[in-house]
């Protein structure tokens, strides 16, 4: 499985982006992924993942804001960001891991990222 991630800009505090990480391989549906993201001069954040069963988890600082999802049928995952923040600037990549564990893009495939940048 290779991935793609794709959807950043430019947006204005309060705007909407929609990320979407594109994969190749037959057997998508059996991974579970995660985005990341990681701003100059900090630490990769775990933003949000789905299980291959739909299981959802957040970081604290998106609830209510982002919502991922995924199409297994167009082997792509999504991240959809609401009511974005200058503080969400950053660089967003997408990781995957073949099991159902939420842990498992800690230690599967990464994709390139693409950058989000939040104007105020």
């Known amino acids: 499985v290779q991935l793609q991630a794709s959807g950043g800009g430019l947006v204005q505090a309060g705007g909407s982006l929609r990320l979407s990480c594109a994969a190749s391989?037959?057997?998508?549906?059996?991974?579970?992924v995660a985005w990341f993201r990681q701003a100059p001069g900090k630490e990769r954040e775990f933003v949000a993942v789905i299980t291959s069963g739909g299981s959802t988890n957040y970081a604290d600082f998106v609830k209510g804001r982002f919502t991922i999802s995924r199409d297994n049928a167009k082997n792509t995952v999504y991240l959809h960001m609401a009511s974005l923040k200058p503080e969400d600037t950053a660089v967003y990549y997408c990781a995957a891991g073949p099991s159902d564990s939420p842990l498992a893009p800690y230690y599967g495939i990464r994709g390139q990222g693409t950058q989000v940048t939040v104007s105020s």
């Open positions: 391989g037959r057997t998508f549906s059996s991974y579970t």
